[in-house]
T-cell receptor, first 109, second 114 residues
Framework: GEDVEQSLFLSVREGDSSVINCTYT??????LYWYKQEPGAGLQLLTY?????DMKQDQRLTVLLNKKDKHLSLRIADTQTGDSAIYFC?????????FGTGTRLQVFP | KAGVTQTPRYLIKTRGQQVTLSCSPI?????VSWYQQTPGQGLQFLFE???????NKGNFPGRFSGRQFSNSRSEMNVSTLELGDSALYLC?????????????FGPGTRLTVT
């Protein structure tokens, strides 16, 4: 069945780059998404990439998609303490999204 | 443009009761999806409505139901509440459907069942 996997934790120093990885099994997704969730809040759509693209850059965020390996990554440049949150990747086909387990990013000074 | 709104934000119920949660999508969006988020199971898809019709349903018991009105607002209902139903319930709206359009989430309703 459909499955999306992420590493659970990532800790980085403020100012460094963060790379959050995701692997998925369903190759029929039209879009692949990255969401951010801060404590007690809903999901904030950060960015997305069409399944026929390899890379998308949006200010400090860079998404890389390797369709052959079914691997998606999110790079955050110049990571700030405000970036501390849980990051979810998600892929969807037709009418629903399948979410990964989420990666907790901790940024320390 | 206003975002997705959910009411109430917090709710405490006792086992056996029923509950109704409400979601108002972004203006112009016709698809509303519901998700349950728990620490143990993560984010799980409940169901999706488009133009008042349920198009897709996740693997949840029949105690979980929903509906969508002509103005695209949606409600979900959980009957005979169990302790395991305690969760954050998130709704999301999109123009045409989750898999092919950007999906925006509301802040969620935190349900606690005692």
């Amino acid at each position: 069945g459909e499955d999306v996997e992420q590493s659970l934790f990532l800790s980085v120093r403020e100012g460094d780059s963060s790379v959050i990885n995701c692997t998925y099994t369903d190759s029929s997704s039209t879009y692949l998404y990255w969401y951010k969730q801060e404590p007690g809040a809903g999901l904030q759509l950060l960015t997305y990439i069409f399944s026929n693209m390899d890379m998308k850059q949006d200010q400090r965020l860079t998404v890389l998609l390797n369709k052959k390996d079914k691997h998606l990554s999110l790079r955050i440049a110049d990571t700030q303490t405000g970036d501390s949150a849980i990051y979810f990747c998600a892929g969807g086909n037709t009418d629903k999204l399948i979410f990964g387990t989420g990666t907790r990013l901790q940024v320390f000074p | 443009k206003a975002g997705v709104t959910q009411t109430p934000r917090y709710l405490i119920k006792t086992r056996g009761q029923q509950v109704t949660l409400s979601c108002s999508p972004i203006s112009g969006h016709r698809s509303v999806s519901w998700y349950q988020q728990t620490p143990g199971q993560g984010l799980q898809f409940l169901f999706e409505y488009f133009s008042e019709t349920q198009r897709n349903k996740g693997n949840f018991p029949g105690r979980f139901s929903g509906r969508q009105f002509s103005n695209s607002r949606s409600e979900m209902n959980v009957s005979t509440l169990e302790l395991g139903d305690s969760a954050l319930y998130l709704c999301a709206s999109s123009f045409g459907g989750a898999g092919a359009y950007e999906q925006y989430f509301g802040p969620g309703t935190r349900l606690t069942v005692t």
